[in-house]
Structure formats: structure tokens, C-alpha cells
């Protein structure tokens, strides 16, 4: 990759340069790693310390930040939004050649466009869609009547099951599947046993979705379970059957929905969120990490906490909660004085 002006770079986040701006810049990295020849960027007042001694080049930073001394700066309204633009141009998406590869399974009656690569050891199934430019890595898997958009990529090992869609431009990472059983079983005591429910529904995913490692998207016991466009879903993170996620929400880490879970649109929620069934969380609203959600949240809330609860007064419970011992010494010294009180009288 050829190395770029700071100028070129500014122009493509317009961006205002504060320095000089022939400088040329060969990649991109964090402050404490960067060398020179590097660009980083500045989006927090924590990383005060770490600006000052940056060995980097040039560095992103919003209006109002520090003077920039010595080192130029690139002035932008979002740094972390530049610097994320800026990467791409030094780590663009691998090219992949189309192709179908003899080691490769795909049904006769499957449909892969020409321009669509599929590696040794994929899977495409009976009645299968696979559309233009799409990637399917080794051990990638699209069940019987699946459909796969343009330009996605399954990762090694991705799965979409039978009838189930991905949207295009989508990248499932390695081990996500999107499309097993919804967990569905009635008791019969009788016998005993559980049941199983025929999860006959599908799961869809929408466009510029991404799903991370071994994270699942059941499908619906009837009728679909659906990812919003543009929603991005980290590693290990449960959807259950029938759950709809709004566009442009962010589920991270380990975070968990119960079936038939609403969620608006720009959601976020943080790593190992539990959210019960059957509960809508309003647009815009944001859950913060291992909070448990029992109750519907309303468009635009912030909660914490298990079970959830408006974040003031989760931080108001919370320091109650670190003087707990001191309290309780002080309840039992109270108490004690109360006796004396009343033996006293008596």
C-alpha cells in the first residue's frame, strides 16, 4: 500500500490540516504503539498523557483539542470516525478471485453466480442462492433454500441454514450461524419429556449486518427472526427465536435476548446483557454491561443494573451499596441503643 500525504488523508475526512501537510503517512495506529510514518488519532481527554509522548506523525484530533506543539495535526469533527475511514485506506477488504472451487459441495439445482467465490470444503445446498460477488470460505455452510446477498463474505465454518437470508454486503465471521433451532419444547409429564416445538420459521438478516465469532441467530418458531440493516453483533451473543433487532444496533460481547425480544432502532447493548422475553427496548436506548432486563425500556433510556434500572438511580443504589458493611454496623449499634432505650423505661 503506498504511503499518503497527511494532506490527501485530511481531504478524505475533511479534515483541516494544522501543520505540515506534505507529510507522508505509511499507516495507521494507536498512540502508545504508533512510530513514525504513523497516524493516530485523539478522541478522549484520558489519553492526555499519551498524546504528549505519541511517536506518531500525525495525529486526528476534534476541534478544541490540545495545541499540537511540534506534531501536526489533522483537525476533524469525529476523530474516532476519521480514524476508522483513514484504516480502510491502508487495510482495504481482501480481494478475493472468483471461482468454484472442485473441493467444494453445491447442489445441481443450486444458484451461485459466476462472480461469486466458493472455496474447498463449502456447502451450498438444494434450491440455494449464492449472489454476485459473494465469498464463502472453508467449511462455510448455506442450507437448502437459503439465499446469500452480494459482496457477503461467510467466514470458515459460518453457517446459514435452510430457507434462512443474509442481506447483502454482510460478513459473518467464523463459526456464526444464523438460522438453528429456536430452543422451543413443551412438558408432557406424562411420559415425562421435553417436547420439541418444529421451529418451521426462518431468520433474516438484513443488509450491512456483520455477526461475530460463534454468535447465533435462531429462527423463528413461525415467521422470521430479523436483524435490522446496518446492525453490528459481537462474538458470542445469543438471539433467540422470534427476537427482531432493530437497524443500526450494536450487541456486544455475550449479550443474550430471550425469544420474541423487540428491540428499536440504534440500540446498544453492552457485553453480558440479559434481556427476558416478550420486552420491548425503545429506539435509541442503551443497557449497560451485565445488566439484566426484566421490564420494557423507553426510547432513548440508559439502564444499568440487574435488574435494570434508570442509570441515576443505579449509581445512587450502587454507592449505597459500598457503604453496606459501615451501614449495617451502624443499623446493629442503633439497634442496640434503641433496647438499652427501652429496657430504660420499662
Do not use: W
Amino acid at each position: 500500500m503506498r504511503a499518503r500525504t497527511i494532506r490527501e488523508l485530511a481531504s478524505l475526512v475533511g479534515g483541516e490540516v494544522d501543520g505540515d501537510g506534505s507529510l507522508e503517512i505509511s499507516g495507521v495506529s494507536g498512540l502508545e504503539a504508533a512510530q513514525p510514518g504513523q497516524l493516530s488519532f485523539y478522541g478522549n481527554q484520558r489519553y492526555k498523557a499519551q498524546l504528549a509522548a505519541t511517536k506518531a506523525s500525525a495525529v486526528l484530533v476534534a476541534d478544541g483539542a490540545p495545541p499540537r506543539g511540534s506534531r501536526t495535526h489533522v483537525r476533524v469533527t469525529n476523530p474516532h470516525l476519521a480514524f476508522a475511514r483513514v484504516a480502510q485506506v491502508f487495510h482495504p477488504k481482501k480481494a478475493h478471485p472468483p471461482g468454484r472451487s472442485t473441493e467444494a459441495s453445491i447442489h445441481p439445482e443450486a444458484q451461485v453466480d459466476a462472480t461469486a467465490t466458493v472455496m474447498a470444503h463449502a456447502y451450498v445446498g438444494k434450491g440455494a442462492t449464492v449472489a454476485a460477488r459473494a465469498v464463502l470460505y472453508p467449511g462455510a455452510y448455506v442450507g437448502d433454500g437459503a439465499r446469500v446477498g452480494e459482496d457477503t463474505v461467510l467466514s470458515p465454518n459460518a453457517a446459514v441454514m435452510d430457507r434462512c437470508v443474509v442481506g447483502a454486503r454482510c460478513l459473518l465471521h467464523a463459526g456464526a450461524v444464523i438460522g438453528a433451532d429456536g430452543f422451543g419444547f413443551a412438558l408432557d409429564l406424562s411420559v415425562p419429556e421435553h417436547v420439541k416445538i418444529p421451529q418451521a420459521g426462518i431468520a433474516r438478516v438484513e443488509d450491512d449486518v456483520e455477526v461475530g465469532a460463534c454468535s447465533c441467530v435462531d429462527r423463528a418458531t413461525t415467521g422470521e427472526t430479523v436483524i435490522g440493516k446496518g446492525t453490528k453483533i459481537d462474538n458470542l451473543v445469543q438471539v433467540g427465536h422470534n427476537s427482531v433487532v432493530g437497524p443500526l444496533s450494536i450487541l456486544c460481547a455475550q449479550a443474550g435476548l430471550s425469544g420474541t425480544t423487540t428491540l428499536g432502532q440504534g440500540v446498544v447493548l453492552a457485553g453480558q446483557v440479559g434481556v427476558a422475553g416478550h420486552l420491548r427496548i425503545g429506539d435509541l436506548a442503551k443497557v449497560g454491561a451485565q445488566a439484566g432486563v426484566m421490564h420494557d425500556v423507553a426510547d432513548g433510556a440508559t439502564v444499568l443494573g440487574a435488574p435494570a434500572m434508570p442509570h441515576k438511580d443505579f449509581l445512587r443504589a450502587a454507592a449505597v451499596f459500598a457503604r453496606l458493611p459501615e451501614l449495617s454496623k451502624e443499623l446493629r449499634e442503633l439497634k442496640k441503643r434503641l433496647e438499652a432505650l427501652e429496657k430504660e423505661r420499662t
